[in-house]
């Protein structure tokens, strides 16, 4: 077989870039992100000047541990490299929201295609066909939550994220329960499944003033715990794409 035939391998990079911008709910979400980013130049004291690290969460509030970027004090060289040091990490984690966004599209546009066909069902012996009949009827729903939370823990990018959340959520666990005071613990779980640890956080928050206090952090926990396991299978499908190779040409 000639080289010419082989299939081209893009580097990972590429098919990034490409995942981020091929599709409508890609650049939808790019658009927004750059719309939020003049809201914040022309309104920096509203409160939607934070709306670029929303969007861009959870990477984006990986900056807050980091010793450079907005505010560090140096002189003018230093805080400008440390401005475009935040600025083109922003953009990073951007553009791997909008390939997670991008690669989401495109599975459901592959499973969606009426090109794709499945394979024609072998016909099975008639008590045969029962017992498999019986054994698929009995568990429909379990293999259909296994196959949507494949993505999770069938690769490391969503094996690692996981690790790190559970450390943070751990943290905050063993902060709320076991520490006197614990301080701002909750504030690493919070940014290592945002955006939509978010709805965990509103949710938990009236109950902290009534007499059900205790179950706040369990609440807020929970909330932690299926915000990760989202995140999770949003970066597992992104994983998946990069790892597609192009179909060879027809012989």
Known sequence: ??????????????????????????????????????????????????SPLMLTAPLSFLGAVLPFGPGTEGG????????????????????????????????????????????????????????????????????????????????WLARGYLAVAAAALGFFLCAAYVLPDPGFAGIWPLMATAPFSILALLVAAPVEYSSLAWLNPLIFSAGVALSALLNAVLLGRLARRLRVREARPAA
């Open 1 to 50: 077989m000639s080289n010419a035939s082989r299939p081209r391998r893009l580097p990972r990079l590429r098919r990034l870039l490409a995942l981020a911008t091929d599709n409508w709910l890609a650049r939808g979400y790019l658009a927004v992100f750059a719309a939020s980013v003049l809201v914040m130049f022309l309104f920096p004291d509203s409160g939607f000047a934070a």
């Open 76 to 155: 003018g060289a230093v805080e400008v490299s440390a401005i475009g040091f935040w600025a083109v990490w922003l953009l990073l984690c951007a553009l791997v929201n909008a390939a997670v966004l991008g690669a989401l599209a495109a599975g459901s546009a592959t499973a969606a295609s009426p090109g794709a066909r499945a394979p024609l069902p072998r016909i099975a012996d008639p008590s045969e066909q029962n017992g498999t009949d019986t054994a698929r009827s009995a568990r429909p729903g379990l293999q259909r939550t296994r196959a949507l939370l494949a993505p999770a823990v069938d690769n």
